[in-house]
């Protein structure tokens, strides 16, 4: 099988080919404004560095921090209507109580509480009042916003409320996109209404990008499917991304983690992600990212999905290198992807990392003569404060005092030499391109969600079926059973319904089958 | 009077954080309370919180709180005006001017909603509160104890609807109560336990507002200067791990208006190859170990996230999540016949006596 593996960064478009489990060949592009030509651009020096024909690739698949970006530095959102079923309950905590007030204001604050919900055994809260919907969609269509987030009390126990209201303002605003939010969250009012409010607001956004990944492809004539990766490092088609690109969240750490786990065989290690602004630091646990426990935040808003611990310091190829009284400092402040004309080394008048790391004459990067005027001292205590900031943040993931390797991936790793704080240093082959080979070498995932009359099975029986149906779409999906592994399961019991019954959701991932 | 400290919204972040730790995996969602506590002070005032010997022996103190299942408050949240509500209703009913705020549950959500009537009301808050921690039914507080009469109390709905209740004892005030709240669709507020300065003194558990704060804060800076935020949590309240461990599973459902059910785990690194239990009812009321009965109510039972010490609720706790299960020492007040009697493992069904764990 010969796939495509593309990571779509705010700097760099990364593209690999593999074989089976061999990579073939990875280059590195600039992201462009329109995201199409980058991967384009990508796509043909991929083929190219690896004579592959496009006609004998199987499938491509894309991670993107697109939408996590778009959001953390507020950009490319839309207008949004968050509308809130649930009156008189909740009118205590708004939607987007909690958001930072620049995210809010970026897409417009417009919130709504209307009647409906439901409480936890299904009975009804207040009736939907259509009069009151028609009310607030005129609102909405009298200023203009095209996409509206529905969410209301309990609809993971009950979701007619919100579908009907879903109904409702798409026939009052016809073409807006509608996202409910029992189809992306779990109990927990805020954490799903946040994450159904942030899905809204890149609906514009997601049509566009998708549009471009498919026309990217269709232009370097592969005719393979496409997927996306999602935050848990699974696969979802490209239909069903561009509906829920808030689901691309956290994708890029899992893919760079995972690529690092593959391409260098190592199963329990840090894992530094060096890009061009910043350094993703995080760990593997027997080859898997290593999960955050609770709610998780995103551009400062609350969420409750499944994503791995990262955290991340402003450290990279581009980082701005400045001597101060204080002594050297270096970022937080970037070049970014302006890099390749702000650099000394490519002509530019800013110090940077990469400068430095070309000065010290520890790598071949543009013209080594414009960095001859750095002297040894300054590229020594450069260097010195490059590797304090990495030996803390390492230090921060380390759970144990075991000596674990340090993997290091990404376009940055070159300003990495020698051991991060007294532990070994890992640089695989292909570490620029981690992220994209992490893309290629995606999950799939089988997902069963079922309800249950504990009445006449057991709980645990209950459980028992639903892994086991689980398993089984993950193996139909294209799964190897062998590498199968549950990650989620979930039961809402249903009390409005005869026979104690339970909703059980259960999430299987596995290993896509090579051959 | 004498102001301990003055609490201003930002504060209400250690101390939303602090209870949660004292709320034993229940006591409903601490960020829900934060949230609307926050609101309050921001749109009202900061709130004075008090030692209880600034006021006078015939001051009056209400306490105010939350009941319900924790499940139900993450997802319905109030309409806004139920506390303050029913603050005032009890008010008229006693016929006299309330002097002072007290919490009732200085655990979970109830260690923040005292803050949202004090700063509506603009009356000072007492530190402490009626458990030390927190606990599944509204006569389990120290107040019992002390001969004082959950009612006459006012419960209201996010509706609108609101009930009286007088009752011969505070166990039926729970039962009564708890039917009540389950019509209500599962959560209710209320205001209730009136008394005197002079009872409150004596009957109190004193401090577990500001020890809320500290354990906030001692979170707080153990992340700052990178030291292990869970023997920073165990050295501050003379804590002992019990586990780390693996969800494998959790049983859960909102029945009679708790959540109820229990966790199981997979023991990780020094645990390997050890399995783990925990029970609840809103809050974690006992902890096996291997099978073996290791802790029970009154000693608290708290699970904690391992890398950052933040506390996780049960409703939190998911599949496959790795978490360091705590054994905090309760307090003095309940180790004597009368409070086991009202919080120990015979009340909540389990045919075992309480031992204490940091004596046994």
């Known amino acids: 099988m010969i796939r495509i593996g593309i990571d779509v960064g705010g700097t760099n478009t990364d593209a690999v080919v593999m074989d089976g489990t061999q990579v073939i060949a990875g280059v590195k592009a600039a992201t462009t404004p329109d995201v199409m030509t980058g991967v384009v651009n990508a796509l043909r020096d991929v083929l190219a560095a690896s004579g592959m024909d496009a006609g004998k690739v199987d499938v491509v698949m894309i991670g993107t921090t697109h ?15 968050a509308v809130r079923l649930g009156l008189p309950a909740t009118a205590s905590l708004p939607p987007m109580v909690d958001w930072p007030e620049d995210l809010k204001r970026a897409i417009g604050g417009h919130t709504y509480l209307a009647h409906g919900g439901n409480e936890f055994d299904g009975r009804v809260i207040s009736p939907l009042d259509e009069a009151e919907l028609l009310g607030i969609a005129a609102d909405i269509a009298a200023k203009r916003i095209n996409t509206v987030a529905i969410s209301s009390v309990f609809s993971p126990v009950s979701s007619d409320f919100e579908k009907q209201a879903g109904e409702i303002f798409a026939r009052a605003l016809p073409g807006a996109h509608i996202t409910l939010s029992h189809e992306i969250g779990r109990i927990g009012l805020l954490e799903r209404e946040n994450a159904a409010i942030m899905n809204a607001c890149l609906r514009d956004l997601s049509a566009h990008v998708i549009e471009a990944f498919r026309k990217a492809i269709a232009e370097t004539g592969i005719g393979g499917k496409f997927f996306l990766t999602q935050n848990d490092g699974t696969l979802m088609d490209a239909a069903f991304a561009e509906k829920f690109p808030v689901l691309t969240f956290a994708s890029g750490p899992t893919n760079s983690m995972r690529g690092a786990a593959f391409l260098s065989g190592v199963k329990d290690a840090i894992v530094v992600d060096i890009g061009g602004t910043t350094s993703d630091v995080g760990s593997l646990q027997k080859g898997f990212p290593r999960q955050a426990t609770v709610a998780v935040e995103v551009g400062g808003v609350r969420t409750n999905f499944r994503m791995p611990d990262v955290f991340s310091i402003g450290l990279g190829g581009g980082s701005h290198v400045v001597e101060t009284a204080q002594g050297i400092t270096v970022g937080p402040t970037s070049v970014g992807y302006r890099i390749i004309t702000e650099a000394l080394i490519f002509g530019g008048k800013t110090l940077t990392t990469s400068d430095v790391v070309v000065a010290a004459g520890r790598y071949d990067l543009g013209d080594r003569s414009r960095v001859g005027h750095i002297t040894p001292d300054f590229i020594a205590r450069t260097q010195t404060r490059i590797m304090q900031m990495l030996e803390d943040c390492v230090e921060r993931s380390r759970l144990s005092p075991e000596p674990l390797p340090v993997i290091v991936v990404g376009g940055g790793s070159i300003l990495v030499d020698g051991p991060i704080g007294g532990l070994e240093v890992v640089k695989p082959n292909h570490f620029a391109v981690a992220n994209a080979v992490g893309a290629a070498i995606a999950q799939v995932s089988g997902e069963i969600d079922r309800v249950y009359a504990l009445a006449e099975i057991s709980r645990d029986a209950a459980l028992a079926d639903a892994k086991e149906r689980a398993t089984e779409a993950a193996v139909a999906a294209g799964a190897r059973r062998d590498s199968i592994e549950i990650v989620d399961v979930e039961d809402v019991p249903l009390a409005y319904l005869p026979g104690n019954a339970t909703r059980v959701r259960v999430k299987a991932v596995g290993e896509l089958h090579v051959a | 009077m004498k102001i301990l400290r003055t609490i201003k919204a930002e504060d209400m972040e250690d101390i939303a954080t602090g209870g949660a730790i004292l709320g034993t995996g229940g006591g409903g969602d601490p960020y829900i309370g934060k949230l609307m506590a926050q609101e309050a002070i921001r749109k009202h005032g900061p709130v004075n919180l008090i030692d209880i010997d600034e006021l006078a022996d015939d001051a009056l103190v209400v306490p105010v709180a939350m009941m319900g299942a924790p499940t139900v408050m993450t997802e319905k949240l109030p309409q806004g005006d139920e506390l303050i509500n029913a603050f005032r209703a009890l008010e008229q009913l006693l016929g006299r001017k309330i002097d002072a705020v007290l919490c009732g549950e200085a655990g979970g959500v109830n260690s923040t909603t005292p803050f949202v009537v004090a700063a509506m009301t603009g009356l000072p808050l007492v530190d402490g509160d009626g458990m030390g921690r927190a606990y599944p039914e509204l006569q389990m507080v120290t107040f019992t104890m002390h001969g004082v009469s959950a009612t006459p109390m006012v419960l209201c709905d996010d509706k609108g609807n609101s009930l009286v209740l007088n009752t011969v004892s505070n166990a039926w005030t729970e039962r009564l109560a708890r039917a009540a709240t389950v019509e209500m669709g599962g959560s209710a507020l209320l205001a209730f336990y009136s008394m005197t300065g002079a009872v409150a003194k004596k009957a109190i558990v004193r401090g577990t507002l500001t020890l809320c704060a500290q354990l906030g804060e001692t979170l707080r800076q153990a992340k700052a ?3 292990d935020p869970v023997n920073a949590v165990v050295d501050k309240l003379g804590a002992r791990v019990i586990f780390h461990g693996r969800v494998k599973d959790i049983d859960r459902r909102t029945v009679g208006g708790f959540a109820r059910g229990s966790a199981r785990f997979d023991g990780v690194e020094e645990w390997k190859g050890h399995t783990f239990k925990l029970d609840f009812q809103n809050e974690f009321l006992m902890a096996e170990r291997d099978g073996e009965i290791l802790v029970t109510t009154p000693d608290l039972i708290t699970v904690l996230e391992a890398e950052s010490g933040r506390p ?49």
């Open chain 2, 225 to 227: 200067s990178h030291v």
């Open chain 1, 67 to 81: 939408f996590t970006n778009a959001v953390v530095q507020r950009r490319d959102l839309a207008q949004t209507a």
């Open chain 2, 312 to 360: 996780v609720t049960a409703d939190a706790l998911r599949y496959g999540l790795r978490l360091i299960a705590l054994a905090l020492p309760s307090n003095p007040q309940w180790q004597n016949p009368a409070g086991i009697a009202l919080v120990g493992p015979r009340y909540f069904g389990y045919d075992v006596d309480y031992r204490n764990y940091f004596e046994a």
